[in-house]
Nanobody, 122 residues
Framework: QVQLVESGGGLVQAGGSLRLSCVASGRTFSTYTMGWFRQAPGKEREFVAAISWNGGSTYYADSVKGRFTIFRVNAKNTVYLQMNSLKPGDTAVYYC???????????????WGQGTQVTVSS
C-alpha cells in the first residue's frame, strides 16, 4: 500500500511563497509520475502540475504557469511544489498523487495524499 503524505501548507499573504512537500512510502517512487492537484471550497478538484518519473518532463495548469515549480528528489521519495507570487485564488486544499503513465495527461492517478491547506490572504 502506497502512502503519500503532504506538508508545508499554511497561511500566507498575497505575493508570498510556500513550498509543499509530498513524501511517498515504498521503494518504487522513482518509477512513477507524480502530480499536484487542488480543490477550493465549492469547486471541483483541478490539476495543478505533474512531473515525469525522472523529472525530465513537467506540466502545469495555465493558471499557475510561471509561478509554480514542481520538482522531485527520488533519493528522498519526495516531490515538491514551489509556489511563488501566490494569489487569493490559489487558496485550496492541495493534494499530491501518483500514477504510472504519462505526466502529460491529468487522469489516471491511483493513490492520493490526505491534502494540505493553503490559504492566501489579500
Amino acid at each position: 500500500q502506497v502512502q503519500l503524505v503532504e506538508s508545508g501548507g499554511g497561511l500566507v499573504q498575497a505575493g508570498g511563497s510556500l513550498r509543499l512537500s509530498c513524501v511517498a512510502s515504498g521503494r518504487t517512487f522513482s518509477t512513477y509520475t507524480m502530480g499536484w492537484f487542488r480543490q477550493a471550497p465549492g469547486k471541483e478538484r483541478e490539476f495543478v502540475a505533474a512531473i515525469s518519473w525522472n523529472g525530465g518532463s513537467t506540466y502545469y495548469a495555465d493558471s499557475v504557469k510561471g509561478r509554480f515549480t514542481i520538482f522531485r528528489v527520488n533519493a528522498k521519495n519526495t516531490v515538491y511544489l514551489q509556489m511563488n507570487s501566490l494569489k487569493p485564488g490559489d487558496t485550496a486544499v492541495y493534494y499530491c498523487a501518483r500514477k504510472y503513465g504519462s505526466a502529460g495527461e491529468a487522469s489516471g492517478y491511483d493513490y492520493w495524499g490526505q491534502g494540505t491547506q493553503v490559504t492566501v490572504s489579500s
